[in-house]
């Protein structure tokens, strides 16, 4: 019976951790696009800022999103691509994500993309949130196709898990 207690005890004493997984579709646009060709081989380095809007997978809106991030593109080829996104949601919350992935240029003038987020930190009923998560999604024409800027839309599904 002694035993019992002190495991039970032990049990209660452990703080309770919230984990949530939030799953989300953000449809962006490319509002500004700093690029530079470092050779004549099509390898173009650049500084972009997005913004976009937050989907549900209800379809639902629940806010906004803004992405600032560096890539790294070779045109024809593979790029990489890495920076900070800011979820903000209709309560004000927010969640502090950096990104890292990949840019596959596809046929069609589809960009694939893919990567990982870390949870560094968020407001609001995000405060102190850690964890990780991914995303994937599709672009239309490449801002560093032409080596300036140009439109480019795309959509990214997201599924981030929240550790508090």
Known sequence: MFYILV???????????ADETLKFR??????????????????????ARTVG???????SSAGTVLIVGTFDAVIGSEATADGYSIPTFADGSELWLKYTGTVKYANGGKVLQKGTFIVVGGKGRYA???GDGTWEGEA??????AGQPSESIAYI???INIKK
Request: no cysteine.
């Open 26 to 47: 953000t449809v962006q646009h490319a509002t500004s696009v700093q690029t530079l060709k470092v050779d004549a081989n099509g390898h173009t380095i650049g500084l």
């Open 7 to 17: 495991i039970l005890s032990a049990i209660l004493a452990m703080p309770a951790k």
């Open 53 to 59: 809007i937050i989907f549900l997978p209800d379809g």
């Open 128 to 130: 102190g949130a850690k």
């Open 140 to 145: 239309t024409q490449s801002v560093a196709s």
């Open 157 to 159: 599904d997201s599924v």
